[in-house]
């Protein structure tokens, strides 16, 4: 699976976002999809994560309320909606593809990953 994910970034504390992540090759409705940030000096960390068919989804206690993971199948499209955004939100945003249908928060978990799209929230 090739992915490339798109949509980031400046935006103010409070504003809203949608990051897109488009993919290619193997049969993308296949795998579990999730996102994954990474701040400078920071370790990368589990956003949100969705199933095969979209029927589970899946957040980091810090986005809950906030952000939203979907995908279109039909489209080979995984997305993530940010409201409310923060200033701890900042980071670089990576879309990954699980191994199997379903979705971890590991993210050895996911052999697939996009180059990452960047996201900047000015207080």
């Known amino acids: 699976v090739q992915l490339q994910a798109s949509g980031g970034g400046l935006v103010q504390a409070g504003d809203s976002l949608k990051l897109s992540c488009a993919a290619s090759g193997r049969t993308f409705s296949n795998n579990g999809m999730g996102w994954f940030r990474q701040a400078p000096g920071k370790e990368r960390e589990f956003v949100a994560g969705i199933t095969w068919n979209g029927g589970n989804t899946y957040y980091a206690d810090s986005v809950k309320g906030r952000f939203t993971i979907s995908r279109d199948n039909a489209r080979n499209t995984l997305y993530l909606q940010m409201n409310s955004l923060k200033p701890e939100d900042a980071a670089t945003y990576y879309c990954?593809?699980?191994?199997?249908?379903?979705?971890?928060?590991?993210?050895?978990?996911?052999?697939?990953w996009g180059q990452g799209t960047l996201v900047t929230v000015s207080s």
């Open positions: 990954a593809a699980h191994r199997h249908g379903f979705a971890g928060s590991r993210p050895a978990e996911y052999p697939y």
